[in-house]
């Protein structure tokens, strides 16, 4: 298996923005999470979903930010609009929720610059 | 809610030695699972080892280690014969067991360094 893939691996784009950053999590997995990542706050999660459904989304910093999960093999998280704060680290994971060791595969990340 | 704390936000030892990072945690739950991950500057989250809280005796994989104080709510990881590709940012993971709760709470890191 490939691994989590993440697209793209680097973003700069304009603060007002819109931002995608987009997961395809390991086959067979089904829970996936997206976290960021920052020098002053560290690993936050920002949502998880469980067979496609979102379970907690309580870390979304605001309504400028989205997730979607399609289907099993695809996840977007979007921020509209990007704002200078939003630079970070965007990691997506993924895991098998029955499986009892619980361990999370992560993807690369997508390192998001917002200017 | 569960919260996990690294006091060191860095250590450095010297290759070949020995060192150990502290990781301790707040939980009501009985039952859940407690990880320590390795981020290399490649920024690849990698899983070091991982212990279950029912089990008593802690994890070992290869020169890695763990002292788990389930009364102490402590998770230390030991590296033994420190090596230069050990040099990483290191995280001290929860899990909870109740359903819903799969999501991994994080510390904020260690940074190690190791000198040759």
């Known amino acids: 298996d490939a691994g989590v893939i993440q697209s793209p691996r680097h973003e700069v784009t304009e603060m007002g923005q819109e931002v995608t950053l987009r997961c395809k999590p390991i086959?067979?997995?089904?829970?996936l999470f997206w976290y960021r990542q920052t020098m002053m706050r560290g690993l936050e999660l920002l949502i998880y979903f469980n067979n496609n459904v979102p379970i907690d989304d309580s870390g979304m910093p605001e309504d400028r930010f989205s997730a979607k999960m399609p289907n099993a093999s695809f996840s977007t998280l979007k921020i509209q609009p990007s704002e200078p704060r939003d630079s970070a680290v965007y990691f997506c994971a993924s895991s098998l929720r029955a499986e009892k060791l619980r361990e999370a595969f992560f993807g690369q990340g997508t390192r998001l610059t917002v200017v | 809610a569960q919260t996990v704390t690294q006091s060191q936000p860095e250590m450095s030892v010297q290759e070949a030695e020995t060192v150990t990072l502290s990781c301790t945690y707040d939980?009501?739950?009985?039952?859940?699972?407690l990880f320590w991950y390795k981020q290399p500057p490649s920024r690849q989250m990698i899983l070091v080892i991982r212990?279950?809280?029912?089990?008593?005796q802690n994890a070992t994989e290869n020169r890695f280690s763990v002292n788990f104080q389930k009364a102490a709510k402590s998770f230390s990881l030991k590296i033994s014969d420190s090596q230069l590709g050990d040099a990483a940012m290191y995280f001290c993971?929860?899990?909870?067991?109740?359903?819903?709760?799969?999501?991994?709470?994080f510390g904020q890191g260690t940074r190690l360094t190791i000198n040759p």
């Open positions: 212990q279950e809280a029912y089990k008593q």
């Open positions: 939980t009501s739950e009985s039952d859940y699972y």
């Open positions: 993971a929860y899990s909870g067991s109740i359903q819903g709760a799969q999501k991994l709470v």
């Open positions: 086959s067979g997995h089904n829970s």
